[in-house]
């Protein structure tokens, strides 16, 4: 009999294969990005069925496969069903799990990824903090995170925008959003992160050009 194994981690993405199944992939701590196979889960009444959906954090009962793993079992800590029921917070957390889809690798630690990625999830829940301040927090530590030269913006700012920029840099991904920035201030921020962005994350991506359809 395969052995289980449990890992602790939030599903990415969710896709139906055939009739019955889903196809997870998870972001975890110790394993990366994994693809896993939720069987029968669209079965009427499947006890997995809630657990095998996008912002699902928790731990997952798996067992190892030669290219995938199976899902067993979840013990679920957050559905984040706040972020699913509020239509502009759904598209920046839809662009937020496939920016941890692109950067996440297999077989790589996704701890620090994992806790960003779990944090600003959280952040888009609390109405003090702008959705747009906390989108570009989270490009710039993932960019941070995924070893980009991020140590000084692309080009001069402000003081304001230059010391949210360090905070963003060095503080750990609990202490993220713990701060607002004035109108102006936060347009600055945006564009220099924007501009980073640009450069080195080569990819379109297909939820961020719903989100500024949606924000435009």
């Not at 640009?198 to 939820?207: K, L, T």
Request: aromatic share 12%.
């Amino acid at each position: 009999m395969r052995e289980q194994i449990s890992v602790t981690g939030m599903v990415l993405m969710a896709a139906p294969v055939g009739e019955y199944d889903r196809r997870l992939v998870i972001l975890t701590r110790g394993r990366g990005k994994i693809t896993a196979f939720a069987r029968g889960v669209r079965r009427p009444g499947n006890q997995l069925m809630a657990a095998a959906a996008p912002f699902v954090f928790g731990k997952f009962l798996l067992y190892e496969g030669r290219d995938a793993y199976t899902l067993a079992g979840a013990e679920v800590e957050n559905y984040f069903r706040e972020i699913a029921g509020d239509m502009e917070a759904a598209c920046y957390g839809s662009y937020f799990l496939e920016t941890a889809a692109y950067f996440a690798q297999e077989n790589l630690d996704g701890t620090e990824l994992l806790k960003l990625l779990y944090q600003s999830l959280r952040a888009l829940l609390r109405p003090a903090l702008p959705n747009r301040l906390v989108r570009r927090i989270f490009e710039l530590k993932s960019m941070v995170i995924n070893g980009e030269y991020t140590q000084d913006p692309p080009v001069p700012v402000s003081d304001s925008c230059h010391y949210a920029w360090e905070y963003v840099i060095c503080s750990p991904s609990e202490s993220l959003y713990k701060f607002c920035l004035k109108e102006e201030v936060l347009k600055e921020f945006e564009s220099v992160v924007e501009k980073s962005r640009r450069y080195f994350v080569r990819h379109e991506f297909r939820s961020l050009e719903i989100l500024e359809t949606l924000t435009a």
